[in-house]
C-alpha cells in the first residue's frame, strides 16, 4: 500500500513525513524545499491479537509494542504546490506523476493560516487553508485531466467504434494510475459520459470525469496541520464544511516525542493520548518547556493526530483489515516457531484462498481449505477474511 502526502508548499508534508516514518528529510520554513520525492516506511497501528490469545509473539516484518501491532505501510512525500502549476508555476505538477501508484491521499493544509498562496510564512491566521484546498484540488485534477487526455488519445485509436467497451479500453490505458475498472464504470455513469465517443469529449467532460474518479482513485483525507497555533481553531471550524474527512495534527510534536522517545527520554507510542518523561532524563529548560507546549495541545485534539490519520487512510478511507496466517494453529506459529509473525493489511472482501495465494503462489494452488484458528472451525476457499482473523492455510502443497 502507498500512501501520497500532497499539498500547498510549505505547510508542512515533509514534517508529516518525517514524524510517520521516522526519517529526517529536509524541512524549512520556506517554499520549495523539498524537490525530489520522499520515500519511506511509516505505520499503522492494531490492537494486535498476541493478548487475546495470551502469547509472547515475536513479529517478522512488523512489530508489536505492549500490545499494540505496527504494520509497514508505504509512504511518499512529494514537492509542494502552488496555483498555476499545471501551467509550469513553481516547480509545476509533473511530480505528481511519483504519486501514480498511490492508494490514497494525505492532503497537508496549514490550518493555522501561516502561510499564503505560494507558501511564503505570513502572520497566523492571515491565510485561507479552504482556498488552499481549493486551489490544490483543481490542481490535481488538471494534472489527472493531463495525463487521461494523452491515453484517452490513444484509447479511441484502440475502440473502433465499440462504445460499450471504453471502460477496458480506458482501465488499460490507466493501469499504471492504479485505478480499477470498476471505478472507470462508475465514474461513466455518474457524468453521463458512458454513451459519448471518446474523440468527442469536451474538456470540460474530461475535468468533470477526473473529479469522479479521482474522488474514488485517490481517497483522500484532509490532515489539518499546525494546530498549535491559536489561529487553527477557527479555521478547523470552517474545514467542517468540507465533504472530506478532516483531522486536526501538529506533525512537529509527533517528531519531537518520537525523537524523545527514541533517545529513552520519554515513553510515547505513536497514536498515545499522552506520555511519560523518564523520571531520569536530565532534560534541558527548553526541552521541558516544548514538552510542556507539546503536553498542552495533544491534550486538547486527543493526540498529536499523525497516527490517527495513517490509521483512518488504512482502516476507514480503505477499508483495509488486519489478519495473521499461521502454519501451527496450536502455537500459532510459523515453521520456524517465530509466534504470530506476520500481520497482513488486506482488503474487505479478501477471501481465504486469496490470503493462501499472497503468502505463497504454491499454497494458494494446492489450497484444500482454512482453519479459523479462534473458532478452529475449517473455512472454505470462498470464505471472507475478518479483522483480526488468524488464519490456518491447509494445501495439497503444505507439509500436512
Ligand atoms: N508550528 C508548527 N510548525 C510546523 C508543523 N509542521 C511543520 N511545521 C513547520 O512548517 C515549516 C514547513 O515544513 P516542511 O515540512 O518543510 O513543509 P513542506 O510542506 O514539506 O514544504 P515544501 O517541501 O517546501 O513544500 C517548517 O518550518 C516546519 O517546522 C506543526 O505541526 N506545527
Ligand atoms: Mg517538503
Given at each position: 500500500m502507498l500512501i501520497g502526502i500532497i499539498g500547498k508548499s510549505n505547510v508542512g508534508k515533509s514534517t508529516f513525513f518525517n514524524a510517520a516514518t521516522s526519517q529526517g528529510v529536509q524541512t524549512a520554513?520556506?517554499?520549495?524545499?523539498?524537490i525530489e520525492p520522499n520515500i519511506g516506511i511509516g505505520y499503522v497501528r492494531t490492537k494486535c491479537v498476541c493478548r487475546e490469545f495470551q502469547v509472547r509473539d515475536n513479529p517478522l516484518h512488523s512489530m508489536c509494542i505492549d500490545g499494540s501491532r505496527f504494520i509497514p505501510i508505504r509512504m511518499l512525500d512529494i514537492a509542494g504546490l502552488v496555483p498555476g502549476a499545471h501551467n509550469g508555476r513553481g516547480l509545476g505538477n509533473q511530480f505528481l506523476d511519483t504519486a501514480r501508484e498511490a492508494d490514497a491521499l494525505v492532503h497537508v493544509v496549514d490550518v493555522a493560516g501561516s502561510t499564503d498562496l505560494e507558501g511564503h510564512a505570513v502572520g497566523?491566521?492571515?491565510?485561507d487553508p479552504m482556498k488552499d484546498i481549493e486551489f490544490v484540488l483543481e490542481e490535481f485534477d488538471l494534472w489527472l485531466a493531463t495525463t487521461l487526455k494523452k491515453n484517452i488519445e490513444k484509447a479511441s485509436r484502440d475502440l473502433h467504434g465499440a462504445p460499450d467497451k471504453i471502460s477496458k479500453v480506458l482501465s488499460r490505458q490507466l493501469s499504471g494510475l492504479s485505478v480499477k475498472e470498476s471505478q472507470i464504470v462508475t465514474s461513466l455513469n455518474q457524468t453521463g459520459l458512458g454513451d459519448k465517443k471518446l474523440s468527442s469529449w469536451s474538456p470540460s467532460d474530461l475535468l468533470s470525469f477526473c473529479q469522479t474518479l479521482r474522488k474514488l482513485a485517490k481517497p483522500m483525507l484532509v490532515a489539518a496541520n499546525k494546530a498549535d497555533f491559536i489561529t487553527a481553531e477557527p479555521n478547523l471550524v470552517r474545514l467542517k464544511s468540507l465533504e472530506t474527512e478532516v483531522i486536526p495534527c501538529i506533525s512537529e510534536a509527533e517528531v519531537m516525542l518520537k525523537l524523545g522517545s527514541k533517545n529513552g527520554m520519554l515513553r510515547y507510542l505513536p497514536g498515545d493520548s499522552s506520555f511519560d518523561i523518564n523520571p531520569k532524563a536530565l532534560l534541558r529548560e527548553d526541552q521541558k518547556k516544548a514538552l510542556a507546549k507539546v503536553r498542552a495541545v495533544i491534550i486538547k485534539y486527543g493526540s498529536t493526530g499523525v497516527q490517527q490519520i495513517l490509521n483512518r487512510v488504512c482502516f476507514?478511507?480503505?477499508?483495509m483489515i488486519v489478519v495473521y496466517p499461521v502454519e501451527?494453529?496450536?502455537?500459532?506459529?510459523d515453521k520456524n516457531g517465530n509466534v504470530l509473525p506476520d500481520a497482513y493489511l488486506l482488503?474487505?472482501?479478501?477471501t481465504a484462498k486469496e490470503l493462501a495465494e499472497k503468502v505463497h503462489e504454491q499454497l494458494g494452488k494446492g489450497f484444500l481449505y482454512a482453519i479459523?484458528?479462534?473458532?478452529?472451525q475449517r473455512v472454505g476457499a470462498e470464505y471472507k477474511l475478518r479483522d483480526g482473523d488468524v488464519i490456518k492455510i491447509v494445501s495439497a502443497t503444505s507439509r500436512r
Open positions: 520554513n520556506f517554499p520549495f524545499t523539498t497566523p491566521g492571515t491565510g476507514g478511507l480503505l477499508g501451527d494453529e496450536n502455537r500459532l506459529t482488503s474487505k472482501d479478501t479459523d484458528v479462534r473458532s478452529k
